[in-house]
């Protein structure tokens, strides 16, 4: 599986967007990217996934480049609540136990 | 609810003691898996089941012990070979599915300490 690159921390003010970005310069072709979230002393939650298409669904969007070696997490109305670890993830779209969950990036919510 | 129940949400060990994380789920799934998470880090897997009576080592297994004889419930044991348990474990699973995108659904953790 690619190896992602993500920030380790960032802050953003509630009820704006929060913008995640992830780097996954190696990513071959039949690869997706996903995301998941922990909330602390929880376990990860599923957000969202995608190929090269830009996704949306009730939780986030996820924007991919064109080049596919970039893609941004955006939460459009960031609560306290999304206050979490970011996990990027770039595998195969079976084989779910093999995805590697590195450090992620720590979302800061702020009042 | 459909979903992962993890048991203890706390547990203790004592030195030279073995200990066993209970894991069940109600989704169905075929798979499941366990992974251990030490402060400030990512998640690394232990071990995984692909289907009943049959398992895998992932890439952190030694000091460890699972077993699959039920499709809801795959528990862990942290035996007294492994030297530094003490660890957030997280139990999760999956559908795999021909051609389909798989998603982890996990449960709640067990947090593990050394007496």
């Known amino acids: 599986d690619a190896k992602t690159t993500q920030p380790p921390s960032m802050d953003c003010a509630e009820g704006r967007a929060a913008n995640l970005p992830c780097n996954h310069s190696?990513?071959?072709?039949?690869?997706?990217v996903y995301w998941y979230r922990q909330i602390h002393s929880q376990g990860p939650q599923y957000i969202i996934h995608?190929?090269?298409n830009n996704e949306t669904n009730e939780m986030a969007s996820l924007i991919i480049t064109e080049d596919r070696k970039s893609s941004t997490l955006i939460l459009p109305h960031a609560t306290l609540r999304d206050t979490a670890v970011y996990y990027c993830?770039?595998?195969?779209?079976?084989?779910?136990?093999?995805?590697?969950f590195g450090d992620g990036t720590t979302l800061t919510v702020k009042p | 609810d459909g979903g992962i129940t993890q048991s203890p949400k706390y547990l203790f060990r004592k030195e030279g003691q073995n200990v066993t994380l209970s894991c069940e789920q109600n989704?169905?799934?075929?798979?499941m898996y366990w992974y251990r998470q030490d402060p400030g880090q990512g998640l690394r897997l232990i071990y995984y089941?692909?289907?009943?009576?049959?398992?895998q080592k992932g890439d952190i297994a030694e000091g460890y012990s699972v077993s699959r004889e039920k499709k809801e419930s795959f528990p862990l044991t942290v035996t007294s070979a492994q030297k530094n348990p003490t660890a957030f474990y997280l139990c999760?699973?999956?559908?795999?599915?021909?051609?389909?995108?798989?998603?982890?659904?996990f449960g709640s953790g067990t947090q593990l300490s050394v007496l």
């Open positions: 999760a699973s999956s559908m795999p599915l021909t051609g389909q995108n798989e998603k982890l659904f």
């Open positions: 190696t990513i071959s072709g039949n690869e997706y």
């Open positions: 995608g190929l090269k």
């Open positions: 993830i770039v595998r195969v779209a079976t084989n779910a136990g093999k995805s590697t």
């Open positions: 989704l169905n799934h075929d798979a």
């Open positions: 089941s692909q289907i009943v009576n049959d398992f």
